[in-house]
């Protein structure tokens, strides 16, 4: 029967592979699925085909009690998990992530996988997964941040959501509960790739990206204040901030409820940047030394000698992974690293 296997090998042509543009930025964005999707229960009721599988998956913040409007616990652990990412696949050159997503650069020069778009998302994505799952109880055993607790809130739509709100912290009893990972409540990720040809759209997606957190962020602040401090219901607090500008939400937030926004920690309004860590360069010798809408005219990683291949990973294997919370839409924060475009590892710190 092994001598005949041949017989049936006529099936992998029916397997197809997309590969990447050569010279593109690769960027892989993963997203948590289902973890904050808020469907009521009437709009359950009207269409049950289309949003009962959303319905199920928004119980992940609501079933470990995510607390609102920002978990630092979940937010560390998503950051733990995308340094895991980064000392797994020395190919990727930063990443950028807030609330339940990241998205991981690689270099244009990178040949993994010799660029296959599902054999490299699906490796990004299940190592992040992974390390997320192994990492839960490290981050999860400990009660909520004090000054919050776990309660039933009412949606608005005749059901009730597991919230965090304003009180005594949560007990350690349903600490080491939520600890656990119940099979029917797994976090999950989907992925996908972009091709990115030049340095400026490169930049340009990873400022969109931190643009959306602020947007998403205020408005999860100021909706959430509506909610636990103003006695709203997500309906009546969805329907409050439809079409209220950036400026309109400051305003709510300081005039009723006191909240400067812009004291919010940094991690909530510009999320997170993971990257090796290598010596900074000042602003006036950075400008001299790289221009950031220029793409990089170094070989390409497949022109290099195996010997130089070897050293370049030697060295990121060495470099710190590092979590910061800047901004990174400003050129300074590229001229200073200027080994994010170049592909080449900086010197040690």
Not at 44 to 68: D, E, M, T
Not at 148 to 161: D, E, K, M, V
Not at 228 to 245: C, D, H, V
């Amino acid at each position: 029967m092994a001598d005949e296997t041949w017989i049936f090998e006529y099936v992998r042509q029916f397997e197809r592979e997309e590969y990447l543009l050569p010279n593109t930025w690769i960027v892989v964005r993963i997203d948590g699925r289902g973890f904050h999707k808020y469907v009521s229960f009437t709009n359950l009721c009207k269409n049950p085909i289309r949003l009962a599988p959303l319905w199920l998956q928004a119980r992940i913040s609501n079933h470990y009690g995510f607390v609102k409007p920002n978990d630092i616990r979940a937010l560390d652990l998503m950051n733990a998990a995308a340094q895991h990412v980064l000392h797994v696949l020395h190919d990727i050159m930063i990443s950028y992530g807030h609330s339940d997503e990241y998205s991981f650069v690689f270099h244009k020069s990178c040949t993994l996988f010799e660029r296959r778009s599902a054999k490299i998302a699906s490796t990004v994505v299940s190592t992040f997964t992974a390390a997320y799952i192994h990492l839960w109880p490290r981050y999860f055993a400990e009660p909520a941040p004090t000054g919050t607790f776990l309660a039933r809130h009412s949606n608005g739509g005749g059901s009730t959501n597991v919230i965090a709100i304003e009180g005594n912290p949560q007990s350690q009893e349903t600490s080491r509960e939520k600890a656990d990972l119940a099979i029917s409540h797994l976090p999950t990720f989907d992925a996908r790739c972009i091709s990115y040809p030049s340095n400026h759209n490169l930049k340009d997606y990873l400022s969109w990206r931190q643009a959306d957190c602020h947007i998403n962020n205020l408005y999860n602040t100021t909706f959430w204040a509506l909610v636990l401090k103003g006695g709203m219901s997500n309906t009546e607090a969805e329907e409050f901030l439809k079409g209220t500008l950036s400026s309109d939400k400051n305003e709510i937030l300081w005039s009723r409820y006191g909240i400067n926004y812009n004291n919010e920690k940094e991690i909530f309004k510009k999320g997170s940047v993971v990257l090796r860590e290598y010596k900074m360069l000042e602003p006036t010798e950075a400008a001299r030394r790289i221009d950031i809408d220029v793409a990089s005219d170094l070989p390409k990683e497949d022109e290099l000698s195996k010997t130089k291949r070897e050293k370049i990973r030697k060295a990121r294997q060495k470099a710190d992974v590092v979590v910061r919370h800047i901004d990174i839409i400003k050129d300074d924060f590229w001229q200073q690293r200027p080994w994010l475009l170049t592909g080449q590892p900086g010197s040690s710190v």
